[in-house]
Antibody, heavy 116, light 110 residues
Framework: QVQLVESGGGVVQPGRSLRLSCATS????????MRWVRQAPGKGLEWVAL????????YYADSVKGRFTISRDNSKNTVYLQMNSLRAEDTAVYYC?????????WGQGTMVTVSS | QSALTQPPSASGSPGQSVTISCTGT?????????VSWYQQHPGKAPKLMIY???KRPSGVPDRFSGSKSGNTASLTVSGLQAEDEADYYC??????????FGGGTKLTVL
């Protein structure tokens, strides 16, 4: 059974950092691209970041470029999202999701609240 | 990358059919056969319902179907059931690692 489990969310002050993790199981992790997607309270879905299966290529939404870094450890079947210089508008549920052109499995999400 | 355009709401009575549209451009919906549809119940993670325009993942009822014409994709839910009430999001690949979502449609079963 494919599982994605996010962790690392919480309440953080503006300008501070947070690192999210997504532990996966049930599939060949190193064969798939992985994405982070976020959803602000009461709002729609927003693609945040993508990393290729081998970690050689990453992509970021303009809203997070230069502040967020996606990475992966294929030996641990885990993908990460390092979030720096956090802003109030980064407040959202963050989902990790499996896939590149077709995203088929989502984690349950982890809430990030940026507030003073 | 601009978001895809979906109607904010749609509704139908049990047993009826409803179609939700998703309009993009030739750079996304019209340019690739990588349109997906996701169902999201309140407080839950999105669930893939349709991928590559018309394909259904295992376990998704055949009441759900997808299509595309030009720059507009559509999700049709036939034989509406109470549990189909949810938010629905379309998404398209747009080339060069870019993905784009629609704004979401709230489906109400009357």
């Amino acid at each position: 059974q494919v599982q994605l489990v996010e962790s690392g969310g919480g309440v953080v002050q503006p300008g501070r950092s947070l690192r999210l993790s997504c532990a996966t199981s049930g599939f060949s992790f190193s064969d798939f691209g992985m994405r982070w997607v976020r959803q602000a309270p009461g709002k729609g879905l927003e693609w945040v970041a993508l990393i290729w299966h081998d970690g050689t290529t990453t992509y970021y939404a303009d809203s997070v470029k230069g502040r967020f870094t996606i990475s992966r450890d294929n030996s641990k079947n885990t993908v990460y999202l390092q979030m720096n210089s956090l802003r109030a508008e980064d407040t959202a549920v963050y989902y990790c999701a499996k896939g590149y052109r077709v995203v088929d499995i989502w984690g349950q999400g982890t809430m990030v609240t940026v507030s003073s | 990358q601009s978001a895809l355009t979906q109607p904010p709401s749609a509704s139908g009575s049990p047993g009826q059919s409803v179609t939700i549209s998703c309009t993009g451009t030739s750079s996304d919906v019209g340019g690739y056969n990588y349109v997906s549809w996701y169902q999201q119940h309140p407080g839950k993670a999105p669930k893939l319902m349709i991928y590559e325009v018309t394909k259904r993942p295992s376990g998704v009822p055949d009441r759900f179907s997808g299509s595309k014409s030009g720059n507009t994709a559509s999700l049709t839910v036939s034989g509406l059931q109470a549990e189909d009430e949810a938010d629905y999001y379309c998404s398209s690949y747009a080339g060069s690692n870019v993905g784009v979502f629609g704004g979401g449609t709230k489906l109400t079963v009357l």
